[in-house]
């Protein structure tokens, strides 16, 4: 019984690991030695072996620091950000949206619209000559913020990764607070509860979990962004808004420093990799 | 129709043991009922059976044949789900077809067993709705057409009747048993409820943390359990338990005071000064007998054609049980002379053995 | 439904007919969307009719995306691919592509009709990576009206000059845009933004285009290049740390904290910049010359003259466009053919006046003054002001114009001080150049 | 007890304006005469205008939006289905049988946090001898890897939810592995696949680099293939072709995402939940 199931298991494994195998595998198998070489555009099949010679020129590059700084705070401030909207809007709009279903399609649309594209049209919608939102506010107030200036361009990005991303969260809670059985709500409101206490002492206990995988899956998604920003600023002025991604991107296409690309992702990798270990290893720790 | 032979079987799970050597023999035919408390592993024992666990060690015969290593697929037996677990993106009809179609049984023999199925469970209206259109009653009607489709060699139940209401829980206990007397399957059935135990089992297989207590007939575990566990088990109200000292063929209680009754008659001599517990069932205390406890009455309560009598001896705390033919006149306050035949006792060591 | 499986079926039928008549052998990946590829096309046409090119060796055009088309063709040549046989180069990016392209010897007359410098920016190590194309440099764009205006009025003289004398140390006197210094672009710049002077007809004097990328610091470099500044002296010394890119540096800066281009500038690129020009509000800029036709289009009044002087004198960065052999291409000498064909002068008139600007010699310029007269001052600046910096055309070229833009843009942005990106760049370009 | 919604109107109405100002925007420009995008940048047109769209729509020999759009719902297609054939199995091995948790699990579902872009030279170079370079199985495949971690994530959630009983119920019914896992695990994780199918077909349809890297004519996807608009004739961006393209872009997978917005508010997000 034990060999039959462990040959079923290595069936059932097959597929995937096969498919990773033959797309990922000879490019896995050539990073790594990228990663441990010295190797730059031109020398491509002719890697030297430098020991970790890349990883130590990645761990003392400041601009990797940055990145990882950038990608650390644009990705907590986004994901609590967009967590606190989609809550509020879901335990808001959950009557409406219980009442008339179609509105949840509506409010869905900017997260599937292509990040690059998102991107795109913000750079035409922040244009102080040619976008919309500048013009109205030059026309109200006579004046506008300098969007994409030095000053604000952090806040900008941030709060167009939000609101792309906002939806997302909404759509969680929304499934998370329909599926409290309605006797819950009805027993506090017996008891004496008013909204406010309901939601603090019922609802929000209970959409607790769902709250630290939106809060997870959201920075996942804001630590490694890409698309919008780099179409939008670029790495921004100074460098100012690189990611971990676009750092990678440009350590390996602009600068052609191949080695300590792949080194960078590597590390990155291997960094994802434990938190999400140890996010497993706490989870299954909290319940058992 | 078969038989079953477990031969000690044990199944650990990590560091724990959930089913410890356990042999049984249930004949072809039998309606066999695994009782305990929960986690006392007889869930465990009955999906061994089934084959949705796999033994640490042991044998497992279905009709003679060695079955122990074989997939739950291949061992032809059919189970009914506490939860039913119906196929709920499937009809009615499909759900009962499943196993025959998996067997790939021509299609006029599968129309055949459903419409007989659907006739002796009365599902004829049902067949093309879906589970989630279903009462519960009619949830477990199909789980049970499901299984008797496949003309297994054991059913298998596993708390078939614990999510459904009381009222209906009597009426499909009449038809699970009506249904074996009629298609005479072996049954192996497990719950927690001893009466569905009392009333269903030709057999009763005892369980307490993995392991068999006492297996018998029902009458055999009421009048003569082995220990004070099947005693307390099995019988409803529950037996009342009093610890005695043995003094001159006396029993003395040694909770409540300056009380003691006659030691029955027992083949084992209880040695003087033996530390006892004595069991004496609600059904045997009565208003005659040539023993007694003195009581004062806590509540009574008429269930019509009898008197159930809780009552307590003074100077305790400890409640008793009295089940009498007639007991309008009792009330609360009242002094309540408890009489029994000092036969009726029985008498249990410190650990917990019958002493006979 | 129906008109779209009518239009799908119409334009496979048209494809079809395209493929049978041009049985295309040589593939050419040129530069998209611009005048470039309207010329390539239109030279394309003539070479493939001709009788003496055999069926293989006709040209077929291949044009990708303008988003990301470096970084592509970066990947296709290290990958060594094969889906097409010339490709496109630019000045400084020859020593990058260099070892996966194949030096090419170019037709007689091609000395004559382009001359030394054009063909120079398409060389690497001496040898000639390809045809020279396209020529890519600077000129300065005004608004006559709002100069003309300028300068017919006393008031506004006297406002400019108290401008000029409170920012700069100094009074000025507006002068036309062809006699400018970069003192004089800053100060009319400054006198054209709201925020200095709340009486100017636009709200920036100027538009900076400051987004960290590499094609911003060739636009900037005429700058520093006038008064003297260079990457690096004869020795290989990197002299980026010097007084010219200071004085540069630091005067667009006071253009930047005075509010004299659009503080989202340091985000700005060519599209954002011409925008910005095109709406009215900006009074001059320094733009590539490809941007002319756009910026004409939007504000009529518009002069172009070459980028302002400064000390050494004029100067505009030039960087040569060209089409170039790659060394895994599959039909080698029907390609080598194709460009030996596009530096005569017959190709070359004709890529001319289907809108290309090639950069040709005074001669062969002056046959097609009546057509493209613009050609002709593209000419002019290029022998007269043009200028690759010392190491323009290394390998790591596209490298060091990266991390200057990094540098410079977060000295503008006020992310740095002028020392650190000073430094910064000249330990970045040590580590590039050496 | 009749909920007030008025207020909820209007937050309702609030939010979508806010969040989907940029498409809004855009749909509005590409709806103006390339001289009025440089002269009114309002939301009001003047003079409405289809121009932008007929040169959208409008093919020529190098652009053809209509191949574009084919490209993109094949290769889209292929990633989209593809994650899902190869997760499915294991997902149900991850959670029934505690395959592959310890490292395959973690492995796969990091790969969402990888910049994919870094295997770009070695992916190149792999393609160009297998004959999959500007082809749209080859760009699928990609898109396939870039699916793979949010697929495997839904259906290990959706399998888990799946009640172990109706499977042993089925193991009764003497169903085999392959039968439990067609017959009942599958159409138990319909929806879970459904919404699978929707984000990873909305997902590969928007993704660029790859498109960029692995296509140069006859694959090229349409986010690609809009990028080819934005300077179409020598000048500089022309804003309102580039919405208008955009805005072609963005329709599919739109239309796709609000006819089956059931499918994806019901669903995949629940199973998310259980993470």
């Keep these: 019984m034990a060999s039959r199931q462990h040959r079923e298991n290595a069936l059932l494994a097959s597929p995937l690991v096969l498919f990773l195998l033959l797309i990922l595998g000879f490019p896995t198998v050539l990073s790594l030695i990228y990663g441990f070489s010295e190797t730059s555009f031109e020398t491509l099949m002719q890697p030297q072996f430098s020991g970790l010679q890349n990883f130590r020129d990645v761990l003392g590059d400041p601009t990797f620091w940055q990145a990882a700084g950038f990608s650390l705070r644009f990705g907590l401030i986004t994901a609590v950000l967009q967590c606190a909207l989609g809550l509020a809007l879901a335990v808001y709009l959950a009557p409406l949206v219980r009442a008339h279903p179609w509105t949840v399609a509506i409010l869905i649309i900017p997260m599937i619209v292509a990040p690059a594209m998102m991107g795109l049209m913000y750079r035409l919608v922040l244009h102080e000559f040619a976008g919309p939102l500048p013009h109205y506010l030059y026309q109200w107030f006579g004046w506008s913020p300098s969007f994409l200036g030095p000053a604000h361009v952090f806040k900008t990005v941030v709060l167009a990764e939000t609101l792309q991303w906002t939806p997302f969260a909404f759509l969680l809670f929304l499934t998370a607070y329909q599926s409290i059985p309605s006797e819950l709500r009805e027993a506090a409101s017996v008891d004496g509860a008013r909204p406010l206490r309901l939601f603090w002492k019922i609802e929000w206990p209970l959409m607790l979990p769902t709250v630290f995988v939106a809060l997870f899956i959201r920075f996942i998604d804001g630590f490694r962004v890409f698309d919008n920003i780099y179409t939008l600023v670029g790495s921004g002025p100074g460098g100012s808004t690189t990611s971990m991604s676009i750092y990678i991107y440009e350590t390996f296409l602009r600068r052609g420093e191949i080695g300590k690309a792949m080194a960078a992702a590597i590390l990155l990798f291997l960094t994802a990799f434990l938190l999400l270990a140890l996010g497993q290893w706490l989870t299954r720790r909290r319940r058992p | 129709m078969a038989s079953l032979h477990l031969e000690h079987l044990t199944k650990t799970f990590g560091n724990q043991t959930v089913t410890r050597n356990v042999s049984l023999s249930v004949e072809d035919g039998a309606f066999c009922v695994f009782v305990g408390p929960s986690g006392c592993g007889k869930s465990t024992l009955l999906r061994l059976i089934a084959g949705l666990e796999e033994a640490s060690s042991g044998r497992i015969m279905v009709a003679d044949r060695d079955v122990t290593k074989v997939p739950a697929y291949d061992r032809d037996l059919a189970m009914v789900f506490q939860s039913y677990a119906l196929y709920p993106h499937m009809t009615v009809r499909d759900n009962i077809a499943f196993s025959l179609r998996t067997a790939k049984r021509p299609e006029d023999e599968v129309a055949a067993k459903i419409a007989e199925a659907a006739r002796i469970l009365k599902l004829e209206d049902l067949l093309d709705r879906k589970p989630a259109q279903l009462s519960g009653g009619q949830r477990q009607r199909v789980a049970i057409g499901r299984a008797i489709v496949k003309q297994p060699k054991l059913f298998l139940f596993d708390e078939p009747l614990s999510n459904l209401d009381a009222e209906l829980r009597v009426h499909m206990r009449v038809e699970i048993a009506r249904l074996h007397r009629d298609l005479g399957t072996t049954v192996i059935y497990v719950t927690h409820d001893q009466v569905e135990a009392m009333t269903l089992a030709t057999k009763i297989v005892v369980l307490r943390a993995g392991e068999v207590e006492q297996v018998g007939s029902p009458l055999q575990l009421f009048d003569d359990p082995d220990n004070i566990f099947v005693a307390g088990f099995i019988g409803s109200p529950q037996m009342n338990f009093f610890k005695a000292k043995h003094q001159g063929g006396r029993l003395f209680a040694t909770d409540f005071p300056d009380q003691s009754c006659q030691a029955p008659a027992l083949s084992a001599a209880l040695a003087e000064g033996q530390d006892v517990t004595v069991g004496l069932r609600p059904q045997f205390m009565g208003l005659e007998g040539n023993a007694s406890l003195e009581l004062m009455i806590e509540v009574v309560e008429h269930l019509g054609s009898e008197t159930l009598v809780h009552a307590r001896p003074p100077g305790s705390a400890q409640m008793m049980t009295a089940l009498v033919a007639d007991g309008r006149n009792l009330a609360p306050g009242q002094a309540f002379v408890a009489r029994f035949d000092p036969d009726r006792l029985m008498v249990f060591d410190a650990t917990g053995k019958r002493l006979r | ?434 | 007890m009749k909920p007030r919604l008025t207020l909820r109107w209007i937050v309702f109405a609030v939010a979508v304006f806010v969040m989907n100002f940029p498409v809004i925007s855009t749909l509005v420009t590409a709806f103006k005469s390339p001289g009025e995008v440089s002269r009114n940048p309002s939301l009001w047109i003047e003079t409405p205008t289809f121009e932008n769209f007929a040169t959208v729509l409008t093919t020529s020999d190098r652009l053809n939006i209509y191949n574009y759009l084919w490209n993109s719902t094949v290769a889209a297609g292929i990633g989209a289905v593809l994650p899902i054939v190869v997760a499915f199995p294991l997902a149900w091995a991850i959670v029934r049988r505690g395959v592959g948790r310890a490292i395959l699990f973690p492995l796969v579902v990091n790969l969402r946090a990888l910049p994919l872009i870094i295997f770009a030279i070695p992916i190149y170079m792999m393609f160009s001898v297998a004959g999959l370079l500007d082809t749209r199985l080859g760009l699928g495949l990609i898109l396939a890897v870039v699916n793979l971690p949010l697929a495997l994530m839904l259906l290990v959630n959706a399998v888990a939810e799946i009640p172990h009983e109706i499977e042993e119920a089925a193991h009764m019914d003497g169903a085999r592995l392959p039968r439990l896992l067609f017959r009942i695990v599958l159409p138990l994780c319909r929806p879970a696949l459904i919404t699978t199918f929707i984000f990873g077909f909305i997902t590969a349809w928007n993704e660029f680099l790859f498109g960029l890297m692995l296509t140069t004519s006859k694959a090229v996807p349409m986010t690609v293939g809009a990028s080819f608009f934005f300077a179409t004739s020598g000048g500089g961006v022309q804003w309102g072709v580039a919405a208008a393209v955009m805005v072609v872009a963005a329709l599919p997978p739109l239309a796709l995402g609000l006819v089956m917005y059931r499918r994806i508010t019901g669903s995949l997000v629940a199973g998310a939940v259980k993470g």
């Design chain 3, 1 to 434: 439904m129906k008109i779209r499986h009518n239009l799908r079926a119409g334009v496979a039928a048209l494809a079809l007919v395209a493929a049978g008549s041009v049985q295309a052998e040589v593939t050419v990946l040129g530069w998209p969307g611009g005048p470039e590829e309207a010329a390539l096309r239109a030279v394309t046409e003539i070479y493939n009719a001709k009788a003496d090119v055999a069926e293989e060796n006709k040209v077929e055009l291949l044009f990708t995306s303008r988003d990301g088309f470096f970084d592509k063709l970066q990947v296709d040549l290290a990958a060594g691919s094969t889906a097409f046989d010339l490709n496109l180069i630019a000045t400084y990016s020859i020593g990058r592509y260099a070892p996966y392209m194949e030096p090419v010897t170019l037709s007689d007359q091609a000395g004559t009709v382009f001359g030394d410098t054009v063909l120079k920016t398409m060389q690497f190590d001496g040898k000639q990576y390809g045809v020279p194309t396209d020529l890519s440099l600077h000129f300065l764009y005004y608004r006559t009206d709002l100069i003309d205006a300028l300068l017919a009025d006393d008031a506004a003289k006297a406002k400019y000059s108290e401008i000029a004398q409170q920012h700069l140390g100094k009074a000025m006197e507006p002068k036309a845009p062809a006699d400018w210094t970069w003192e004089d672009f800053v100060a009319n710049a400054l006198y054209f933004s709201q925020s200095v002077n709340p009486d100017s007809p636009t709200r920036y004097g100027t538009v900076i285009q400051a987004k960290n990328l590499l094609f911003n610091m060739m636009v900037f470099h005429s700058w520093p290049r006038s008064y003297g500044g260079n990457w690096m002296d004869d020795a290989g010394n990197i002299t980026v740390d010097s007084e010219a890119f200071r004085t540069a540096l630091s005067q667009a800066k006071l253009l930047f904290d005075l509010g004299a281009t659009p503080p989202d500038s340091t985000s700005y690129e060519y599209a954002e910049a011409n925008a910005a020009y095109a709406s009215g509000q900006v009074a001059a800029m320094v733009q590539w010359n490809a941007a002319a036709g756009e910026l004409t289009a939007a504000q009529a009044a518009t002069g172009t003259t070459a980028p302002p002087a400064g000390p050494e004198g004029k100067f505009t960065h030039i960087h040569g466009l060209g089409l170039g052999l790659n060394k895994a291409a599959e039909n080698k000498d029907g390609a080598i053919a194709f460009l030996q064909w596009l530096s005569t002068e017959e190709a070359a008139l004709a890529y001319a006046k289907a809108g290309g600007a090639p950069g040709l010699a005074a001669d062969t310029a002056a046959k097609l003054a009546a057509d493209r007269p613009d050609l002709v001052q593209v000419g002019d600046y290029a022998s007269n002001f043009g200028f690759v910096m010392n190491g323009g055309t290394s390998e790591k070229a596209l490298s060091v114009y990266e991390a200057q833009a990094k540098e410079f843009t977060g000295f503008w942005a006020g992310t740095q001080d002028l020392d650190t990106a000073l430094k910064n760049a000249t330990a970045a370009m040590s580590e590039l150049l050496k």
